[in-house]
């Protein structure tokens, strides 16, 4: 989804060179993001797991905002400041909490290894399915019949696809991380207390 990005960038005037910059800034911001989230993981979720899942929660309430802000962006700074923010705090769900919690529940290397491949398999395939296919689908009527189109006009209506199909599935996993903050407790405290048994 994020290459019809590009092509939003390029509808709304955008230069060559403030669009590499603006990928660049963005991919640096994600790195540091990454790291920003280990820490901020470690820091809320050092004794309590769902201390881990707010900042989870938090990443992609934050990304929501900061997608909806850079993809309506009609000014370059204000596109490039919020996609930097977006890449800088959505980023933290693996670091923060789902690496950690996924080492948490598996109780041996087997486990953990089953659990990342069906969160693999999960990631890919909704992308495939859910992603730029869904996204050309809703626009194929204006990139077809809507070449005489001004460029900010099928700029305004790309990115409100994108925002719907964004703010939905992002909603639908701030949903997810809300069930995980109930459970997940009770969950990690008795596979720790399975492991210090064993070890007994």
Request: with cysteine; hydrophobic share 50%.
């Amino acid at each position: 989804m994020m290459s019809f990005c590009l092509l939003l960038l390029e509808w709304r005037n955008f230069s060559k060179e403030q669009i590499v910059f603006l990928q660049f800034s963005s991919g640096i911001s994600g790195m540091v993001g990454g790291g920003l989230g280990g820490v901020l993981g470690d820091y809320f979720g050092g004794h309590n797991p769902q201390g881990r899942v707010a900042v989870g929660f938090t990443s992609v309430l934050l990304a929501i905002v900061f997608f909806n802000g850079y993809i309506f962006s009609t000014n370059y700074y204000f596109a490039l400041i919020n996609s930097n923010l977006f890449q800088l705090t959505s980023s933290w769900c693996a670091a923060a909490a789902l690496r950690p919690l996924c080492a948490d529940l598996a109780r041996n290397p087997s486990e953990r290894a089953q659990i990342v491949a069906f969160w693999i398999l999960l990631e890919k395939t909704s992308s495939a399915v859910f992603g730029a296919p869904l996204v050309g689908y809703l626009t194929r009527n204006m990139l077809d019949k809507g070449n005489d189109a001004e460029p900010a006009v099928k700029a305004q209506a790309l990115s409100f696809n994108l925002s719907i199909l964004a703010t939905f599935f992002w909603g639908v996993c701030a949903f997810f991380w809300i069930v995980m903050g109930r459970t997940v407790k009770g969950i990690t405290w008795g596979n720790h207390k399975q492991k210090k048994d064993s070890v007994v």
